[in-house]
């Protein structure tokens, strides 16, 4: 069974530009993850979509946004990038989180560098 | 707020023997998840363990084990027989209805 894939591997980008991040979740997941691992200050977790809604997000500015599509894949928009966006992006698929015990399982991961 | 914290930075065990990372949480919540991540240098975050609070009996998978203390807010991860592709970071992870919260991270070395 295919794990949770991202893509680009890699990415750099210059101040105020714009990227997109991509992820597709293990096939019958529904509910789709997004963390930001930045240097010295560990995982974040950004936003969590499921079954095409938005449910939650965390504690970052709104040039932060997202979507999921309907076969469950989502993207990572980030607009007017800051130096300090620099990060890994980490995308995580669980099935429906109606239920609690449900684990997260992780993507290999987009290394945005913004210069 | 829920918080986690993992108070050794680093730790460092030989080949075969056995090494326990700490972890510590706080929440007002009866019913939760726990998971150990471990990653290795090539970043993917990949699923140790993990524990549910309503089960009292701790949770093992083959070398790894954890002691879960739930009074005492305790999650430590015990690796028995440490081999050399142990070595990696290793996060403490809580579960709230949706989210992980993680720990800062314990880096384990494992010397031959």
């Known amino acids: 069974e295919a794990g949770v894939t991202q893509s680009p591997t890699h990415l750099i980008k210059t101040r105020g530009q714009q990227v997109t991040l991509r992820c597709s979740p293990i096939?019958?997941?529904?509910?789709v993850y997004w963390y930001q691992q930045a240097l010295g200050l560990g995982l974040q977790f950004l936003l969590w979509?499921?079954?095409?809604?938005?449910?939650n997000r965390g504690n970052f500015p709104p040039r932060f946004s997202g979507r999921q599509f309907p076969n469950y894949s989502s993207e990572l928009n980030v607009n007017a990038l800051e130096l300090e966006d620099s990060a890994l992006y980490l995308c995580?698929?669980?099935?429906?989180?109606?239920?609690?015990?449900?684990?997260?399982?992780f993507g290999p991961g987009t290394r945005l560098l913004v210069l | 707020a829920q918080t986690v914290t993992q108070s050794q930075p680093e730790m460092s065990v030989q080949e075969a023997e056995t090494v326990t990372l700490s972890c510590t949480y706080d929440?007002?919540?009866?019913?939760?998840?726990l998971f150990w991540y471990k990653q290795p240098p090539s970043r993917q975050m990949i699923l140790v363990i993990r524990?549910?609070?309503?089960?009292?009996q701790n949770a093992t998978e083959n070398r790894f084990s954890v002691n879960f203390q739930k009074a005492a807010k305790s999650f430590s991860l015990k690796i028995s027989d440490s081999q050399l592709g142990d070595a990696a970071m290793y996060f403490c992870?809580?579960?709230?209805?949706?989210?992980?919260?993680f720990g800062t991270g314990t880096r384990l070395q494992v010397f031959p």
């Open positions: 524990q549910e609070a309503y089960k009292q």
């Open positions: 995580a698929s669980s099935p429906s989180t109606s239920l609690r015990r449900e684990t997260q399982y």
């Open positions: 929440t007002s919540e009866s019913d939760y998840y």
């Open positions: 992870a809580y579960k709230d209805t949706d989210k992980l919260i």
């Open positions: 979509y499921d079954e095409g809604e938005e449910r």
């Open positions: 096939s019958g997941h529904t509910s």
